[in-house]
């Protein structure tokens, strides 16, 4: 392939649908410099060398039950600086270099009902993200973490099913104020939830995988939040 396999450069208004981008040099699919209110929907971009799907200053946008897996080095999805309010859906970030999926250096975007599992990082990542919503989605068998929270704020983390990780939940950097309730955190190899942020988290009626406290809290390296309320099945 070339570099890139699609390359919107302030382009508004588009739809990308049932295309196949692969073994690019650089990006699958590229959106830039201004591209808002796109819809990239059931396109195929996998194995390129870098982002399978990127969205850089590009804000708006819709993407949504595509197929963004392989990468040879880093992300299937991809949200950089000033990527703001767009909609992640229904796709499919396996088996990547980097992370499944990463929100970055923005706000307001959502990531629901998608599933990210096999990556060499982190599932999901949140870095210097804030006010974005995680939700619902299957983060399963990822290297690092499930879901990663790095020097993030106001983020809402709900309703996931993160399992079979080395640690479910990374909260790390100057995060705070981001709300972890009602996932589904079970059969992490390390730990359920590591936060070496500093600060404390709100996290509610999350599953642990088992009612036994003393069991929860060897997976809990957490200084300062606390894993009760939790559900009991």
Do not use: C, P
Not at 159 to 181: E, K
């Amino acid at each position: 392939g070339a570099n890139e396999g699609i390359h919107l450069d302030n382009v508004d208004l588009s739809t990308l649908t049932g295309d196949s981008v692969s073994a690019n040099g650089l990006y699958g699919i590229y959106l830039v410099n201004g591209s808002e209110t796109n819809t990239i929907n059931s396109n195929s971009a996998i194995g390129n060398s870098n982002d399978n799907i990127i969205l850089n200053g590009s804000s708006g946008n819709t993407v949504s039950n595509n197929m963004a897996n392989s990468s040879a080095a880093s992300n299937g999805l991809y949200a950089t600086t000033n990527a703001n309010n767009n909609t992640f859906s229904n796709n499919t970030a396996n088996s990547n270099g980097g992370y499944g999926i990463q929100l970055q250096s923005n706000s307001g975007n959502a990531v629901t009902g998608n599933t990210a599992s096999s990556n060499a990082w982190d599932g999901i990542r949140l870095t210097s993200a804030s006010n974005s919503i995680v939700r619902n989605n299957t983060v399963k068998s990822n290297v690092q973490g499930g879901v990663g929270i790095s020097a993030s704020d106001t983020n809402s983390v709900t309703q996931n099913d993160i399992s079979v990780s080395d640690t479910g939940i990374r909260i790390m950097g100057a995060s705070f104020n981001n709300l972890i309730s009602k996932n589904n955190v079970t059969a992490s190899n390390i730990n359920h939830v590591d936060n070496s942020s500093g600060n404390a988290q709100t996290l509610s009626r999350n599953w642990w995988g088992t009612t036994d406290e003393v069991t929860i809290t060897a997976k809990f390296n957490d200084a300062v939040s606390a894993f009760r309320t939790y559900r009991i099945a």
